[in-house]
């Protein structure tokens, strides 16, 4: 069971909230409000009323390689395209958990048994689209059930569109996308505003990949239009319209004059000032030239700002829906023994661990990261118990310890990191020579030789749901070269359970399923649990509504200007 043991030998347990408090946001805190119980920092409820008008400026030190919906898959990519493009689901426009809450968009309800937009056997999803959505200009037409269906299509067959795996439960998809059917069987437009889906095996997930920002709705003459220039010339049904690109320097939105949302957005327009360093970007934002640190704060710089009377209220701080674990390749050497693995979850200081990222991240004491479903709060899989280490080595039949590689990232603050885990790990006995990922050789190679191999994983999450989760890091299907699970550890278990969770309409029944295969997860321990990244920034005194959301980060069509 997941439960609360002792972090370190002579501390009191530290929870994710008091962490955020030692890591420098006491002030933000209490300038905002507080925090909510799955860690998300909020501000209290404005004291002004939302306003019309004023463009809002934000800063990005990338710049989106295409917004294309189908292939926008870079982080600042997905932030614009938030503000041009729209599914048939959506996440709640609130901070915390609240955010994570499918919300209907294009669509007129979520389907569920009780509106009967699915069917009893999970299968059949039934979408009606709301009346009067019209594409931005200069199309200017009325959205309809064949756009949504072109659009589903078009991702399918578009390369490297980032959630084509996940609609493989849809009928005919796998056919579609192989070229053997002129079109998706399972996505049947019944007619101008109502979709049906049909899927091969229930999957309730199937709503959380809709979700994603690749399923986005485009009309098919605009695309055909500008072929691939597309990614260049975007336009959806969302509430910001683009006005003009500047490469390399920024992207201009104005207000979509026909937009279906009433009285939204409140901003004219969004201003994205490309290829900004964040140091820079936050010396702009000092002198009132930036409004939202896209990036957030430099993690050099948030001591500083939150102690800064003047600027420490304008700090928000939100979890991300992520985790960086430290992989055991389960075929090599000691890792296969489960006692071994188990003993470096409680050998690795997590607490010392977030302390050297200088509040842009808190300690990940369990698989799933806070936000989200099925993570408990305040419970633990592991904590900091080097002596229980040493023990579980020596009932290994490694009282000594033994020698292995640790291939990780090697540039800056996560050399830092990498360093500090070895260190743990020597302490322990475990001996490990770090390998930067530019070095690192082919898993197949590693297994043949038996060298016991361990890694870095940065994963994050497409969507809200343990099964984003458990399904690409713990399964068989994940553990090939290259796959998506480097441990290579999976179990005929584990297998039957995530097909059962679903598979499961339930909530309540499915969350206990993915809380017991965490419990099963623990044990076999083949990822070390070690940190949580958190999103660090901040807006200006002029920025009104100003919140972070668990998906979209930023939600410019909320905001408005003092």
């Known amino acids: 069971m997941i439960r609360r043991p002792p972090r370190r030998a002579a501390a009191t347990p530290v929870t994710d909230l008091a962490l955020l408090l030692m890591l420098g946001l006491v002030l933000a805190l209490a300038a905002c409000g507080g925090a909510t119980a799955d860690g998300a920092v909020t501000a209290s409820p404005p004291v002004d009323q939302p306003r019309q008008g004023g463009t809002l400026t934000l800063s990005f030190s990338s710049e989106p390689t295409s917004l294309d919906p189908a292939v926008a898959d870079d982080e600042a990519a997905r932030r614009v395209a938030h503000d041009i493009y729209q599914g048939l689901v959506q996440y709640a426009p609130e901070p915390g958990s609240a955010g994570t809450e499918l919300v209907p968009c294009l ?157 939204m957005p409140y901003l004219d327009g969004v201003s994205y000032r490309v290829s900004l360093d964040p140091t820079d970007a936050l010396l702009r934002l000092e002198r009132g030239e930036v409004d939202v640190l896209g990036d957030g704060l430099p993690a050099a710089e948030i001591a500083r700002v939150t102690a800064d009377p003047q600027l420490g209220g304008l700090v928000r701080a939100q979890p991300e829906l992520a985790a960086v674990y430290l992989y055991m390749d389960v075929r090599t050497g000691p890792f296969r023994d489960a006692k071994v693995r188990r003993a470096l979850s409680w050998a690795i200081d997590r607490d010392k661990l977030a302390g050297l990222q200088a509040g842009a991240a808190v300690p990940l004491w369990q698989f799933y990261p806070v936000g989200m479903p099925g993570h408990e709060e305040g419970g633990s899989c592991y904590g900091y118990d080097p002596k229980r280490a040493r023990r579980l080595l020596a009932e290994a039949g490694y009282p000594d310890g033994f020698r292995a590689v640790l291939s990780t990232d090697d540039a800056g603050s996560d050399r830092r990191l990498w360093r500090s885990v070895q260190a743990d790990l020597a302490a322990v006995g475990v001996r490990t020579r770090l390998r930067g990922l530019g070095e690192a050789r082919d898993v197949a190679p590693r297994a043949k030789s038996g060298t016991p191999a361990a890694g870095s994983l940065r994963w994050r999450m497409d969507f809200p749901d343990p099964s984003d989760c458990v399904g690409p890091l713990f399964s068989k299907a994940g553990a090939v070269r290259d796959g998506t699970n480097p441990s290579f550890w999976w179990s005929r278990w584990l297998e039957r359970m995530y097909a059962r969770a679903q598979a499961t309409a339930d909530p309540a029944a499915r969350l206990t399923m993915y809380v017991e295969m965490q419990d099963r997860l623990a044990r076999q321990a083949p990822y070390v649990t070690c940190l949580q990244p958190v999103h660090t920034t901040m807006c200006s005194r002029s920025t009104g509504g100003f919140y972070l959301h668990p998906v979209y980060r930023t939600d410019p069509a909320r905001y408005w200007k003092k």
Not at 134 to 157: C, G, I, N
Not at 181 to 205: H, K, Y
Request: contains cysteine.
């Open 107 to 263: 669509a007129t309800e979520v389907p569920s048994v009780e509106n009967g937009g699915l069917s009893v056997d999970g299968r059949t999803l039934t979408f009606h689209l709301r009346e009067g959505i019209r594409f931005q200009p200069p199309l200017s037409r009325e959205l309809t059930a064949d756009d949504v269906k072109y659009s589903l299509e078009r991702m399918m067959r578009t390369r490297r569109a980032p959630a084509a795996p996940l609609f493989s439960a849809v009928v005919g998809a796998d056919r579609f996308a192989e070229g053997r059917a002129d079109e998706i069987s399972g996505c049947e437009v019944v007619d101008e505003r109502t979709l049906r889906i049909r899927l091969r095996r229930p999957d309730v997930s199937f709503l959380n990949a809709l979700a994603m920002p690749c399923c986005a709705v485009q009309p098919r003459e605009w695309v055909e239009r500008w072929g691939g220039e597309v990614g260049r010339h975007p336009l959806g049904t969302g509430p910001f319209v683009l006005q003009k690109w500047t490469r390399g320097q920024e992207i201009v939105l104005t207000r979509n004059p026909d937009y279906w949302e009433a009285g």
